[in-house]
């Protein structure tokens, strides 16, 4: 675990200049401790577990700071809206596709954590969690979020805010924080 936050910390301090150095250690810690976490509960409990510290604490791949990350970024959207006094919709409206497919998945979740509550193996739940994650960066990567018009931009952060809800909700599930900045 010392390890795992030591390294965490190294890379946080090589990527985010601007934490302060209680939010850095924070982070490291958050970071260090999920990915370990993370790396055990990712992995059907009939397989072989091979650990690797440096696959455990890898920012692409299923992996918790991937998550982790992905969660921060979302919250970093939302504290830029709410800077440029941005509103957040009461409801969603999905018209493009990347919208259905985003909304889609999040319906899904109720169903995933049943399963991996009935079944008990948590890798279901990190795989839906990894997919989300996924889903939600394509979304953001192919469609504008703050520089769209009024109505599609509140609509689009509501959106964004369930998915940060669903992350933050299902990692915890898992026993893993989520950082607000990363």
Request: negative net charge; aromatic residues 6%; hydrophobic residues 45%.
């Amino acid at each position: 675990l010392d390890l795992a936050t030591e390294r965490a910390a190294e890379v946080a301090r090589q990527k985010s200049a601007e934490l302060s150095e209680a939010e850095l250690s924070e982070v490291a810690r958050v970071v260090g401790i999920g990915a370990i976490k993370y790396s055990d509960l990712s992995r059907d409990r009939q397989q072989d577990i091979q650990f690797d510290l440096d696959k455990a604490l890898a920012l692409d791949g299923n992996t918790a700071p991937y998550m982790q990350y992905a969660y921060a970024r979302l919250r970093s959207i939302a504290r830029k809206a709410e800077a440029e006094g941005f509103q957040t919709a009461d409801s969603v409206t999905l018209v493009e596709p990347a919208e259905r497919r985003l909304g889609r998945r999040l319906l899904d979740y109720a169903t995933v954590v049943e399963t991996t509550a009935r079944t008990a193996r948590p890798h279901h739940l990190c795989e839906y969690l990894f997919d989300l994650a996924g889903v939600v960066s394509t979304f953001y990567t192919e469609l504008p979020v703050l520089k769209a018009e009024p109505a599609v931009r509140a609509s689009r952060l509501a959106l964004l805010a369930l998915v940060a809800k669903t992350l933050r909700h299902g990692l915890a599930l898992l026993g893993i924080e989520v950082p607000e900045r990363m």
